[in-house]
């Protein structure tokens, strides 16, 4: 006996309900389910779809599918990570090094004047405001996706929650570091004004390159990512 | 079966073993294989071989491939140039390690 379309649409179904919600991770466990259950029917074929099914899916152990799930985020994880820093290299080679040395210099500058905490806090909020509406725009854009049930790969998923999180993380200590240092930047030594410029350089492309770049490059990347990928979205 | 437990960590090695005499393999061939290798003697759990391959994959050693069969999307592994020289030196230590294993669990008797 073979697995019928319907039968396969019902495994996407399955493995949605056990909690695996990217298409990528579903796409490789139907196979497998699909694989065993023929391979069940061979020698029970008295079986129903729904017996063959879950028979298969005891072989994945107590914790269902939950372990695979898990290392698949670890992959995606380290993946992005090499995204991340292929983009963020780009800003320290000519010719966007220029941009990067313009930056950190004004921050320089900046902090040299007496109560720069403030313009840098003034910043902050201006930069954070601006990018709140951004990420409500995302947000909302998200959610039609997941009512229309839309076939979201996990690199995908990640590129969209990776700014959420880390545009939030980045203002959050940015905020307390200020609050921390009671004392005026101004009155600092030369050599951590450079190394406060310097990170909060860094801090700054890290979060144009995961807030901006990536999703402005996603179609790109997750094309690279999957082989797959357009062949779906064609579908 | 209580053996699963000594052969946990080899698994690694075995899944680069046989994409090494098989140009390319999905999950599911994986399983089959090595139960049909090993006589049924060995079974790969379905919850530790993906784990498995996610992370050949993650370190570079894996390369994926789609295809479509029939009604749905199969993903096959291969490996990677460096997969292809990891492959040798895994198995070399695990041959090491079986030899070692050997003498300790089997030492020779001598009169010297």
Redesign the interface.
Known sequence: MKITNNQIEDLYQFTRKHFVYHYDVQTELVDHLANDIEEIWLENPQLTFEQARDQSFKKFGIFGFMDVIEAKQKQMNKRYQKIMWRFVKEWFTIPKVITTTLIFLSIFSVLKIRHSEYVLLGTLFILAIFDLINLSKLRKNQKKKEEKLEKVFLLEAMIEQTRNGFTGLTFINLFNFVNLTKASFSDLENYWLVLISFSATLIFILFYVTGYVIPQKAEELLQETYPEYKLVKNL | MGNQKLFKGSLQTIILQLLASNEKM???EIT?KVKELTKGELNI????L???L??L??DGLLD???A????????YYKLTENGSKETANKVSEMQEFLRTMQQLVNPKFSLE
């Open positions: 999905y999950g599911y089959q759990t379905e919850g530790a993906y784990p498995a996610h992370k994959e993650a994926v491939e789609v479509n069969v029939g009604n749905r999307l199969r993903k």
